[in-house]
């Protein structure tokens, strides 16, 4: 499918059959895929070799399904799903979630609710000694020096204000802002901290500022709402159509369909450098060498004047979602391979290096 504009849903195509569904996965009928394989029209010959990579990914790893679609100047040149997914089918996003709270960060701030530079003991006043001198810009650029781990994240009962406390308790692994340590708790902790300041839950404060001007349907955080301490950092599930839909925000300066979501400043702040002189710590596979990371997403190429021009933020389960502003180009990968070791070194990124060769672009 070609030619249809990158901000517009993704229409669903002809129904053909049911298909199950997956593990974790909302079974009402509206959050179902309804794009079968005999429904599709046949891809583009550029793109065969993507296509193909994707198809032989999927089987191999013996998963439901897999999907990639790409945009270019806004468009959408490309999408080709296998097996049971489709443009609406929901998968769990792992690490990808990160990019999506990073976006509430930066409106929370466009909002004039919190300060990415300020103390975040305004908020948390446990945050004393050691630690007064954390900021939100530390806590979503894993900078904060706090652990990473801590037995009141995997507490079903305990609020993120819990989390929150238990780890002001803790001793710092580094001073704040001297070495990039990459988790999901600080996260947590920046969380409670926009509850705080928000006066609502995280999952209301993203549906006000994020989901719902975006009109994102089937992006959630966790599985229940009952569950009171989502986790902001890989705990968020979305599909093909809502991720591009944000992806497109943001190669907008923030504007989706004549709805502000972000400002132009505030995307800009979302996808730049923000670990400053850090030393890198424990960093993980995907990242190449000169990376950094922004807020909630890695930064593998910057420009002169310090702008993100290539962001990602890939998931242990195999979905990456990116944005090049160098080659006005955007897209997402997205599978759900819970047992990633199976996956051989660079295999999910040689799909979308094959995308890039239909493009006529240097490979990512």
């Known amino acids: 499918m070609t030619g249809v504009s990158c901000t517009a849903l993704l229409s669903p195509l002809l129904l053909v059959a049911a298909p199950l569904p997956l593990a974790g996965q909302d079974t009402s009928p509206a959050s179902r895929s ?14 065969s070799a993507a296509d193909r ?12 399904g897999g999907a990639i679609a790409v945009c270019q100047g806004g468009v959408l040149v490309h999408e ?25 960060v930066v409106a929370m701030v466009d909002a004039g609710r919190i300060e990415l530079g300020a103390p975040i003991a305004k908020h948390l006043p446990e945050y004393a000694g050691a630690k007064a001198s954390i900021t939100v810009r530390h806590l979503f650029s894993h900078t904060s020096g706090l652990p990473l781990a801590s037995a009141a994240q995997d507490d079903p009962r305990a ?46 404060l993203f549906g006000e500022r994020v989901a719902e001007p975006l009109g994102l349907k089937d992006t959630r955080y966790g599985r229940a709402a009952a569950v009171l301490e989502p986790r902001v950092a890989g705990g968020a599930s979305s599909s093909v159509r809502d991720y591009l839909r944000f992806l497109g925000m943001l190669r907008n300066g923030g504007l989706l369909d004549g709805v502000r979501v972000l400002s132009p400043e505030a995307v800009e702040e979302l996808l730049r450098p923000q670990t400053g002189a850090a030393a890198m710590r424990g960093v993980v596979g995907l990242r190449r060498a000169g990376s950094r990371y922004a807020l909630g997403n890695w930064v593998t190429h910057t420009g002169q004047d310090g702008r993100g021009l290539w962001n990602t933020s890939p998931g242990a389960f195999g979905c990456i979602p990116w944005l090049d502003r160098r080659n006005d180009v955007y897209g997402i990968l997205l599978i759900e391979d819970r047992r990633g070791a199976r996956r051989r070194a660079g295999e999910v990124p040689d799909v979308i290096g094959a995308v890039y060769e239909a493009l006529g672009l240097r490979r990512p």
């Open 159 to 204: 609020s993120l204000r819990d989390v929150a406390r238990a780890v002001a308790a803790a001793p710092l692994v580094s001073p704040p802002g001297t070495e990039f340590r990459y988790g999901g708790l600080s996260m947590q902790v920046g969380a409670a901290v926009l509850e705080v300041a928000g006066g609502k839950p995280w999952r209301e």
């Open 53 to 64: 990579a994707l198809a032989e990914l999927v089987a191999r790893l013996r998963v439901p």
């Open 80 to 104: 080709h799903y296998v097996g049971r997914y489709g443009p609406d089918t929901r998968v769990p996003l792992a690490s990808a979630s990160k990019w999506l709270s990073g976006a509430l």
């Open 34 to 47: 309804t794009v079968a394989t005999a429904s599709r029209p046949a891809s583009p010959p550029g793109f």
